[in-house]
C-alpha cells in the first residue's frame, strides 16, 4: 500500500489550510507469501484503500492568555468517522537557552455518520481533553514533555513523559512512556525525517 498527502493554503493572512489523506492498497490478484507479508506489515490484516478530507485553521491567541490557537475538522468516510479538534498553546520563553511551551487540546469525536439503508443508526459520541508542557532547550535541539489525557471511554487521567532530540537536517529521534486505560505501561522510541521543499 501508499500513502498520499495533499493540502492547499487558501488564505495568507490566517494560517487556513484544506487536504486529503489516501492511503491505496494493492490491487489484483497476490501469492500465499505476498498476502502473509502485507499482513504481517499490518497488523494481521490485510490493507484497505481509503481516506479522509481535513480542514485546518491557525490564528494568534488572546491578548497574554494564550499565543495560537489551531482548530481542525476530520471526516474519515472509510473508518465512518468525523472529529473537530482544537489546541490552545502558550510558549514562555526562560531564559535564552530555555522555553516552555503549554498546551491545552480538545477534541469531539463522532462514530457512525454515515447512514445505511435500512438500518436505523445512532450515531456516538465521545470527547478527551490533552494538557502538556513541553521545555525546550534551544542550543541542542533537545525538548522534554510531560503530559496527561482524559477522554470519555476513560475514568482517570492518563499520563505520559517523552523526549525529542533534533540530530541533523531534519532528522529526529524521540521517545515517550506513558499509562494505558488497562494500567500498563506504554513505551515508543520513533525516528524521522522530516523536509520542506
Given at each position: 500500500s501508499s500513502a498520499v498527502s495533499v493540502k492547499q493554503s487558501i488564505s495568507p493572512f490566517l494560517?487556513?489550510?484544506?487536504?486529503?489523506?489516501?492511503?491505496?492498497?494493492?490491487?489484483?490478484?497476490?501469492?500465499?507469501?505476498?498476502?502473509?507479508?502485507?499482513?504481517?506489515?499490518?497488523g494481521g490484516s490485510l490493507p484497505q484503500s481509503g481516506g479522509s478530507a481535513w480542514a485546518a485553521i491557525s490564528t494568534g491567541g488572546v491578548a497574554s492568555i494564550w499565543d495560537k490557537t489551531s482548530v481542525e475538522a476530520r471526516v474519515d468516510p472509510s473508518a465512518d468517522q468525523s472529529k473537530v479538534?482544537?489546541?490552545?498553546?502558550?510558549s514562555v520563553p526562560l531564559s535564552e537557552q530555555y522555553s516552555l511551551t503549554l498546551?491545552?487540546?480538545?477534541?469531539?469525536?463522532?462514530?457512525?455518520v454515515v447512514p445505511v439503508p435500512g438500518i436505523i443508526s445512532h450515531p456516538s459520541r465521545s470527547y478527551d481533553t490533552d494538557q502538556s508542557a513541553s521545555l525546550s532547550v534551544n542550543d541542542t535541539g533537545t525538548s522534554i514533555t510531560?503530559?496527561?489525557t482524559l477522554s470519555t471511554s476513560d475514568d482517570r487521567w492518563l499520563r505520559r513523559i517523552g523526549a525529542e532530540q533534533k540530530l541533523f537536517d531534519g532528522v529526529t529521534v524521540s521517545g515517550s512512556v506513558g499509562e494505558t486505560s488497562q494500567g500498563t505501561t506504554n513505551k515508543s522510541i520513533s525516528a524521522g525525517y522530516k523536509r520542506s521543499w
Open positions: 494560517d487556513t489550510r484544506i487536504g486529503a489523506d489516501m492511503t491505496v492498497a494493492r490491487q489484483g490478484t497476490m501469492t500465499t507469501s505476498e498476502q502473509l507479508s502485507e499482513r504481517l506489515a499490518n479538534g482544537t489546541s490552545l498553546s502558550k498546551q491545552n487540546g480538545y477534541n469531539f469525536i463522532q462514530q457512525g510531560a503530559g496527561q
